[in-house]
């Protein structure tokens, strides 16, 4: 085990890995397969760049060329990402098949691009699951569940020859785990390269590797960091704390919290704190530039990163994340508020993390923070190259804080201490402190946990690639890391499996014993999406002639998507507002109100024909029984209401989350696009279809920008990649989705126009001219007429809208569904061509409403 040490300078940049394929890393592979001619290549190559290579690094590499397996747990900022380059290009002098894994598709993705500069676009591929780029190149990008598949589907003839994963502390991860673990057990030809700043003790871990492929498996950790951490605790009020660490230089500073909400209110609190100069501003401003701050959350952010305060969490939108991150790496915004998210490679300097607390909600309790997750928080704190050191401070308790003001308030009188009302700590509070986190700083990170599972699709890839699965099997669950007790368990799960697969006759066994599948699995089987499939399948049951049919085929969709979870308990408190009002005034008892209220949950479109289906799939197909079959109404939702991204996100009240929701709407428009046969297409659909990709890339083309780039990488290659991302095209060039834009904003009037809103009406069309009291006569008019103004499918059908296009104005009138089928009643209105391009969405101005 190697403990060597950093460099005693702190200007190196050896952390930082290469970005330029102009550089010819591939021009300096070696004639023959010599280590030390390998090893020298690279060395000079990095050398050229700048880099002296620390001796972490140094070792790491002789090791790997030498044909080693490695096991590198070094701090944040010892330079991992410079070895897995060097792995890679190990492999590649040895005409070998290199595979990289990290545990989320966006690092996935980033590490892509970034290996596309150094290697080329022809030499790496990408496969994420739902994406998929060049995926026979020698240098793959995968999530670790992917290459956990492919392992499982080929064993130890996987086309796999070294993989270098990122992150391994997931191996922990109760969920994901068994992803981390598999490659270990079935490829053991492989040369593995284990990568994390807190994997903790791992010499078990090395033992097995030996004895498992017969590598030597070297081990290089308690590498000293190149820029070490003083750690303090603090007992003054956080904005005390900011205040102290800003005038000793200590920024950029990231003020770490456990909730998202918490992150804002902190940003907001500190805007009465003088965080940056006037001049400072001045140029926060000019490099913000023309950025477009387009939904409600985006408008606070624009006022806290003007005051140099930036907020950083996983519900943001991409391109407000990318702001942050550059204004960040330039230096211009001295504090960011945000989430435990960085721990996970998230790409902001810091030179101070302040954590709020030492302990976390994990989905079931509240709980102290464990070693591993702290030394991963506090191990950003620093930047080689940057800083001499880094500074890691906790803030204690707000009680401890408030105790701590009141007996320095008493100071050394005995009788006003005395005299103290101490603040005692909130109910359920758990207990922590300065000693917990004076344990945490010197605590070595947990043993890695083995969290092996069994599942259909295990089984199935393990028969797929035929010999003996039973032996095959038997292997796996007896010869992993998991205790004899859970082994045991592991088996009978695995001939429960078995047993479900051979009475869906999905699987058989001869007279002679061998096993083998009745059905040959698809090339991609458990790698995309999983329930894809089952979609294609239900797609059939659907009537093209039906009124609904367009929407019916995204409800079928989203129901094969994972969850966005806030959008679903919003859509479900507000639907059991609205029983509750209902129940009221027809005199429901308490009792009984609560009692129904318990079976209202959100939307689920299709819910018992897709319920009914997903039973007779299951039974041909037991496997899917992995995968849980969610009906939900985002996307149909959206549309049905008439309703614009930020109308959406305000009518639900889901700032903090906009970022997951146009993730989870770009995923349905991705879906939309694959998997949807073209024939199934009818033109409605391709009308839907086309609406939802403009509303994503009008919100954040960065999602939509990347996914297209993903397809040509190689024109990514040799330029540097803008942080911000461009301005997205004008939303009229797309005069499909703009119709459907155009037809939204006149339809959402007429549903508004039928359930007598006019104070809505009014606030959508007080400027040109319509407001309440307008919009009230107007219709007063037409209910004298008719009792009801209809809002089905055949009222915001395109034949009920009549557009005439012009090059600078279009002009538009949106006709009512009356009872009578007179059709003589409407909306009239013109879309400003350039207002709207300006605005990315319809610009409608209401002229008239009455009848023709």
Same mark, same amino acid.
């Given at each position: 085990?190697?403990?060597?040490?950093?460099? %005693?300078?702190?200007?190196?940049?050896?952390?930082?890995?290469?970005?330029?394929?102009?550089?010819?890393?591939?021009?300096?592979? *070696?004639?023959?397969?010599?280590?030390?001619?390998?090893?020298?290549?690279?060395?000079?190559?990095?050398?050229?760049?700048?880099?002296?290579?620390?001796?972490?690094?140094?070792?790491?590499?002789?090791?790997?060329?030498?044909?080693?397996?490695?096991?590198?747990?070094?701090?944040?900022?010892?330079?991992?990402?410079?070895?897995?380059?060097?792995?890679?290009?190990?492999?590649?002098?040895?005409?070998?098949?290199?595979?990289?894994?990290?545990?989320?598709?966006?690092?996935?993705?980033?590490?892509?691009?970034?290996?596309?500069?150094?290697?080329?676009?022809?030499?790496?591929? @990408?496969?994420?699951?739902?994406?998929?780029?060049?995926?026979?190149?020698?240098?793959?990008?995968?999530? &670790?569940?992917?290459?956990?598949?492919?392992?499982?589907?080929?064993?130890?003839?996987?086309?796999?020859?070294?993989?270098? @994963?990122?992150?391994?502390?997931?191996?922990?991860?109760?969920?994901?785990?068994? &992803?981390?673990?598999?490659?270990?057990?079935?490829?053991?030809?492989?040369?593995?390269?284990?990568?994390?700043?807190?994997?903790?003790?791992?010499?078990?871990?090395?033992?097995?590797?030996?004895?498992?492929?017969?590598?030597?498996?070297?081990?290089?950790?308690?590498?000293?960091?190149?820029?070490?951490?003083?750690?303090?605790?603090?007992?003054?009020?956080?904005?005390?704390?900011?205040?102290?660490?800003?005038?000793?230089?200590?920024?950029?500073?990231?003020?770490?919290?456990?909730?998202?909400?918490?992150?804002?209110?902190?940003?907001?609190?500190?805007?009465?704190?003088?965080?940056? %100069?006037?001049?400072? $501003?001045?140029?926060?401003?000019?490099?913000?530039?023309?950025?477009?701050?387009?939904?409600?959350?985006?408008?606070?952010?624009?006022?806290?990163?003007?005051?140099?305060?930036?907020?950083?969490?996983?519900?943001?939108?991409?391109?407000?994340?990318?702001?942050?991150?550059?204004?960040?790496?330039?230096?211009?915004?001295?504090?960011?508020?945000?989430?435990?998210?960085?721990?996970?490679?998230?790409?902001?300097?810091?030179?101070?993390?302040?954590?709020?607390?030492?302990?976390?909600?994990?989905?079931?309790?509240?709980?102290?923070?464990?070693?591993?997750?702290?030394?991963?928080?506090? !191990?950003?704190?620093?930047?080689?190259?940057?800083?001499?050191?880094?500074?890691?401070?906790?803030?204690?308790?707000?009680?401890?804080?408030?105790? &701590?003001?009141?007996?320095?308030?008493?100071?050394?009188?005995?009788?006003?201490?005395?005299?103290?009302?101490?603040?005692?700590?909130?109910?359920?509070?758990?207990?922590?402190?300065?000693?917990?986190?004076?344990?945490?700083?010197?605590?070595?990170?947990?043993?890695?946990?083995?969290?092996?599972?069994?599942?259909?699709? @295990?089984?199935?890839?393990?028969?797929?690639? !035929?010999?003996?699965?039973?032996?095959?099997?038997?292997?796996?669950?007896?010869?992993?890391?998991?205790?004899?007790?859970?082994?045991?368990?592991?088996?009978?799960?695995?001939?429960?499996?078995?047993?479900?697969?051979?009475?869906?006759?999905?699987?058989?066994?001869?007279?002679?014993?061998?096993?083998?599948?009745?059905?040959?699995?698809?090339?991609?089987?458990?790698?995309?999406?999983?329930?894809?499939?089952?979609?294609?399948?239900?797609?059939?049951?659907?009537?093209?002639?039906?009124?609904?049919?367009?929407?019916?085929?995204?409800?079928?969709?989203?129901?094969?998507?994972?969850?966005?979870?806030?959008?679903?308990?919003?859509?479900?408190?507000?639907?059991?507002?609205?029983?509750?009002? #209902?129940?009221?005034?027809?005199?429901?008892?308490?009792?009984?109100?609560?009692?129904?209220?318990?079976?209202? $949950?959100? *939307?689920? *479109?299709?819910?018992?024909?897709?319920?009914?289906?997903?039973?007779?799939? $299951?039974?041909?197909?037991?496997?899917?029984?992995?995968?849980?079959?969610?009906?939900?109404?985002?996307?149909?939702?959206?549309?049905?209401?008439?309703?614009?991204?930020?109308?959406?996100?305000?009518?639900?009240?889901?700032?903090?989350?906009?970022?997951?929701?146009?993730?989870?709407?770009?995923?349905?428009?991705?879906?939309?696009?694959?998997?949807?046969?073209?024939?199934?297409?009818?033109?409605?659909?391709?009308?839907?279809?086309?609406?939802?990709?403009?509303?994503?890339?009008?919100?954040?083309?960065?999602?939509?920008?990347?996914?297209?780039?993903?397809?040509?990488?190689?024109? #990514?290659?040799?330029?540097?990649?803008?942080?911000?991302? *461009?301005?997205?095209?004008?939303?009229?060039?797309?005069?499909?989705?703009?119709?459907?834009?155009? $037809?939204?904003?006149?339809?959402?009037?007429?549903?508004?126009?039928?359930?007598?809103?006019?104070?809505?009406?009014?606030?959508?069309?007080?400027?040109?001219?319509?407001?309440?009291?307008?919009?009230?006569?107007?219709?007063?008019?037409?209910?004298?007429?008719?009792?009801?103004?209809?809002?089905?499918?055949? #009222?915001?059908?395109?034949?009920?809208?009549?557009?005439?296009?012009?090059?600078?104005?279009?002009?538009?009138?949106?006709?009512?569904?009356?009872?009578?089928?007179?059709?003589?009643?409407?909306?009239?209105?013109?879309?400003?061509?350039?207002?709207?391009? #300006?605005?990315?969405?319809?610009?409608?101005?209401?002229?008239?409403?009455?009848?023709?």
């Amino acid at each position: 085990m190697s403990t060597a040490s950093g460099p %005693t300078s702190s200007t190196s940049t050896a952390s930082s890995p290469p970005t330029m394929v102009e550089t010819g890393l591939l021009d300096r592979i *070696p004639e023959g397969t010599d280590p030390d001619a390998v090893y020298s290549a690279f060395v000079d190559w990095a050398l050229e760049r700048g880099l002296s290579l620390y001796p972490a690094q140094d070792e790491a590499l002789i090791e790997i060329v030498s044909g080693a397996n490695l096991i590198l747990s070094t701090p944040t900022g010892t330079g991992k990402s410079l070895v897995a380059v060097g792995a890679h290009f190990a492999a590649l002098s040895q005409g070998k098949r290199t595979f990289y894994t990290a545990p989320i598709k966006a690092l996935v993705s980033e590490k892509f691009f970034s290996l596309v500069e150094i290697f080329g676009a022809e030499n790496v591929g @990408m496969v994420t699951g739902d994406s998929s780029v060049n995926a026979d190149a020698p240098i793959i990008c995968c999530t &670790a569940e992917i290459l956990a598949n492919l392992a499982l589907r080929h064993g130890a003839d996987a086309p796999v020859d070294q993989v270098v @994963m990122d992150e391994f502390h997931f191996y922990s991860d109760p969920d994901r785990g068994w &992803a981390w673990q598999v490659p270990l057990l079935t490829l053991p030809r492989v040369q593995f390269i284990l990568m994390s700043a807190t994997l903790g003790d791992v010499e078990w871990l090395a033992k097995d590797l030996r004895e498992r492929n017969g590598r030597e498996t070297a081990v290089v950790v308690g590498v000293d960091r190149p820029v070490p951490l003083h750690y303090s605790y603090a007992t003054t009020p956080v904005h005390e704390t900011v205040e102290d660490l800003l005038q000793t230089n200590q920024a950029p500073i990231y003020i770490v919290h456990f909730s998202q909400l918490a992150a804002l209110e902190r940003a907001q609190a500190l805007t009465s704190v003088k965080i940056a %100069t006037r001049e400072q $501003r001045d140029e926060i401003a000019a490099a913000i530039g023309d950025f477009r701050f387009t939904t409600n959350f985006g408008r606070t952010l624009s006022r806290l990163i003007r005051s140099g305060i930036g907020v950083h969490h996983a519900g943001m939108l991409p391109k407000y994340r990318r702001l942050v991150e550059q204004l960040a790496q330039q230096g211009l915004l001295k504090v960011i508020c945000g989430t435990d998210t960085l721990g996970v490679g998230i790409n902001v300097p810091i030179r101070t993390v302040l954590l709020t607390a030492l302990t976390k909600f994990d989905g079931t309790k509240m709980r102290q923070l464990s070693a591993r997750e702290f030394h991963q928080i506090a !191990g950003r704190a620093g930047r080689a190259g940057y800083d001499t050191a880094g500074t890691v401070v906790v803030q204690a308790p707000e009680h401890e804080t408030e105790n &701590a003001r009141l007996l320095a308030k008493a100071g050394d009188d005995p009788k006003k201490v005395k005299r103290i009302v101490r603040k005692r700590a909130p109910e359920g509070f758990v207990s922590w402190g300065e000693p917990s986190f004076t344990r945490l700083v010197s605590a070595e990170p947990e043993t890695l946990s083995s969290s092996m599972q069994v599942s259909h699709a @295990m089984v199935l890839n393990v028969i797929g690639r !035929g010999g003996e699965p039973f032996d095959e099997m038997r292997e796996l669950i007896e010869n992993n890391h998991e205790p004899r007790a859970r082994q045991l368990e592991l088996a009978r799960q695995a001939l429960a499996i078995y047993r479900t697969l051979r009475t869906a006759e999905i699987v058989q066994q001869d007279a002679s014993g061998v096993i083998s599948l009745t059905v040959d699995l698809q090339p991609n089987f458990a790698l995309n999406q999983p329930l894809s499939p089952f979609a294609l399948a239900v797609f059939d049951l659907l009537e093209p002639e039906s009124p609904s049919y367009a929407l019916d085929m995204i409800s079928v969709l989203e129901a094969t998507l994972d969850d966005p979870r806030p959008v679903l308990s919003a859509q479900q408190f507000m639907a059991r507002g609205e029983a509750v009002a #209902a129940m009221k005034s027809e005199g429901i008892e308490y009792d009984q109100r609560m009692e129904l209220l318990e079976e209202i $949950r959100h *939307p689920m *479109p299709l819910e018992e024909l897709l319920g009914q289906a997903f039973e007779r799939y $299951r039974a041909s197909q037991p496997w899917v029984g992995d995968f849980e079959l969610s009906p939900k109404s985002v996307v149909r939702d959206l549309y049905e209401r008439a309703m614009t991204f930020n109308d959406f996100i305000g009518f639900y009240k889901l700032n903090r989350s906009e970022g997951l929701v146009l993730r989870y709407l770009s995923d349905a428009y991705r879906a939309a696009r694959q998997t949807i046969p073209d024939e199934a297409k009818t033109e409605e659909l391709l009308d839907l279809i086309e609406w939802l990709g403009e509303l994503v890339r009008q919100v954040d083309s960065s999602l939509l920008d990347e996914w297209e780039e993903l397809i040509n990488p190689s024109a #990514a290659v040799g330029v540097e990649r803008a942080t911000l991302p *461009p301005v997205p095209h004008n939303v009229t060039t797309n005069v499909r989705a703009f119709r459907i834009l155009v $037809r939204n904003e006149l339809f959402r009037r007429v549903q508004l126009a039928a359930l007598e809103n006019y104070q809505e009406l009014g606030e959508l069309d007080a400027a040109a001219g319509f407001d309440a009291d307008a919009w009230g006569d107007a219709m007063d008019a037409y209910f004298d007429a008719h009792n009801a103004l209809g809002t089905g499918p055949d #009222a915001r059908s395109s034949a009920m809208l009549i557009v005439e296009e012009g090059a600078e104005t279009w002009t538009v009138r949106q006709i009512f569904d009356d009872p009578a089928g007179d059709h003589d009643w409407g909306i009239s209105a013109t879309i400003d061509i350039a207002e709207s391009n #300006a605005a990315g969405l319809a610009v409608v101005r209401v002229t008239a409403i009455g009848m023709i």
